[in-house]
């Protein structure tokens, strides 16, 4: 859930400030801002434990580093968790007490309501660089290794001790909890190359570190926590209280310094659903995330995150949101199970394709861009049902419900940006029993011919937000007006294969 947009025209989109859903480039946790050093960040050059010392370098734990990092952002006034949108009154605050207390947490909520995301900020608190021993599987500090080897290494090369730097990004590792996670996968196991190397089992550096001990110095993020069997889930008590970790019969005493942090959702978070109290009670705080509690925040939400290659009008943007908020509250839909954030992008994405799909049928030539009409709405409900949890008593109702949702978010939103309008000129085309017939095998420019003059449409398109110039544009608001209409009973529309046809 993130905010953040750019002004200017693109081949792809058209003019993006009136009309288009703007392109976000995929990060490498996912889509998002990436956090990554600006192009003047250079590395740290202290190679050796004694010029790290000279250079004035300190030793902080991982959550001091945050608690400090975040402190000085709330001071500055700078964005603390750049991206994310509609948590700011009621998650991140929460989130920031959680950190500033030290504590290992927990997200609850429903599927795409950003948890992960979310998580995936926490590690642009950390510093940018930061040393570690070099070649050492769990990062230690120079100043403080605590693996067999480091600490053998540190004894015999006392102030030559090689230092490498890690930047923040690769200081955040996650899981994604899964029933064949095993123990050895998160915390470690013994090493079988190392053994017929000629180690003996009683020498500790036979262990293969697991996620884990690796991202130690670090945040670590198990997704879907309630996912892993219980006794996998057992493993992780000593790491979030004791700060160590056990592996088969060795007594590994490592204190890690990381910051754990997990989501779940809310039905299995509980004891009677997939979580050991234990483990429950060792998080140090859980915070409840939320679906966009408002319009606007849905509307930001889809602007950002759809990657989109033809124009999407304002208008259908609000259609699309209106319809998953509609579909989000309908008692049709199972709401334990929640109407994902993803299911309004994939749906402004889908009408954008279908835009761009009944162009290259149509034969419009590649150098205009298109613009997604109301006509190019339908598919989605045959695209999306897939991401909707109906209840059982809908069952083979999927379709019905969704286009009723649908046809209520059009005359919604129509109410809202033309329910005023004086569209007396567009009403006068049909006082004389005219047609017009649209659909995804009608082009814009044949749209506008069919239609023919109508008095008022500047107005019409200023209400919409839309360029007076494009006849793309003027198409997608006409048609829009057209359908708008016929939801009023003001027209009448016959539905024919792959065509409307508007009529009094």
């Keep these: 859930m993130r905010d953040r947009g750019r002004e200017g025209t693109d081949a792809r989109h058209g003019d993006t400030r009136r009309r288009s859903v703007e392109p976000v480039h995929d990060s490498p946790v996912g889509r998002g801002p990436r956090i990554a050093p600006p192009a003047s960040s250079t590395q740290p050059a202290a190679a050796t434990l004694a010029e790290l010392r000279e250079s004035g370098c300190e030793y902080r734990s991982v959550k001091a580093e945050i608690r400090e990092n975040l402190l000085a952002r709330i001071r500055a006034g700078e964005p603390r968790f750049p991206g994310i949108v509609g948590f700011d009154e009621s998650v991140l605050p929460h989130l920031e007490r959680a950190l500033l207390a030290g504590h290992d947490l ?12 979310l998580i995936r900020t926490i590690a642009g608190l950390l510093d940018e660089w930061t040393p570690v021993v070099a070649g050492c599987e769990i990062n230690d500090h120079p100043y403080a290794p605590v693996c067999v080897r480091c600490v053998r290494l540190a004894a015999e090369l006392g102030e030559e001790l090689p230092v490498a730097w890690r930047h923040r990004d690769q200081r955040y590792g996650e899981k994604l909890a899964t029933p064949d996670t095993s123990v050895g996968d998160l915390i470690g196991d013994i090493d079988p190359v190392k053994v017929a190397e000629g180690r003996t089992l009683g020498d500790p550096e036979t262990v293969h570190f697991g996620l884990v001990p690796r ?5 670590f993020s198990v997704n879907e926590l309630p996912d892993l069997a219980e006794r996998i889930q057992v493993s992780l008590l000593n790491v979030l209280e004791e700060r160590d970790i056990q592996v088969r019969g060795y007594a590994l005493r490592l204190p890690l310094d990381i910051l754990l942090v997990a989501s779940a959702n809310p039905e299995d978070y509980t004891n009677r659903g997939r979580i050991i109290t234990p483990l429950k009670d060792r998080f140090g705080a859980e915070i409840r995330t939320h679906y966009p509690m408002d319009l606007e925040t849905e509307l930001r939400l889809i602007r950002q995150e759809a990657e989109v290659f033809a124009g999407l009008p304002e208008h259908l943007v609000e259609v699309i949101a209106r319809f998953t908020r509609l579909v989000r509250d309908s008692p049709a839909a199972d709401s334990r199970s929640g109407v994902s954030a993803r299911f309004a992008i994939a749906a402004a994405e889908t009408v954008a394709a279908s835009a761009l799909r009944r162009a290259a049928i149509n034969g419009e030539s590649p150098d205009t861009p298109p613009v997604a009409r109301v006509c190019d709405l339908p598919p989605i409900v045959h ?9 059982v008593s809908e069952e083979g109702r999927e379709i019905e419900v969704l286009s009723h949702l649908l046809r209520r978010a059009t005359a919604e939103t129509f109410r809202t940006r033309l329910g005023g309008a004086d569209l007396s000129g567009l009403l006068a085309r049909f006082e004389e029993g005219a047609t017009v017939e649209s659909g995804e095998n009608v082009s814009a420019a044949e749209l506008l011919r069919r239609i023919g003059p109508v008095p008022g449409l500047a107005k019409i398109m200023e209400r919409l937000g839309m360029s007076t110039e494009s006849p793309a544009d003027a198409a997608a608001a006409l048609e829009f007006a057209l359908e708008g209409l016929y939801l009023m009973r003001r027209l009448s529309k016959d539905e024919l294969d792959g065509a409307t046809v508007y009529r009094t």
Excluded: D, I
Aim: aromatic fraction near 4%.
């Design 383 to 391: 695209t999306l049902r897939g991401k909707v949890e109906f209840e």
């Design 215 to 219: 991202a130690n110095r670090g945040v």
């Design 106 to 117: 927990v997200l609850l909520g429903e599927r795409g309501q950003g948890k992960t995301r």
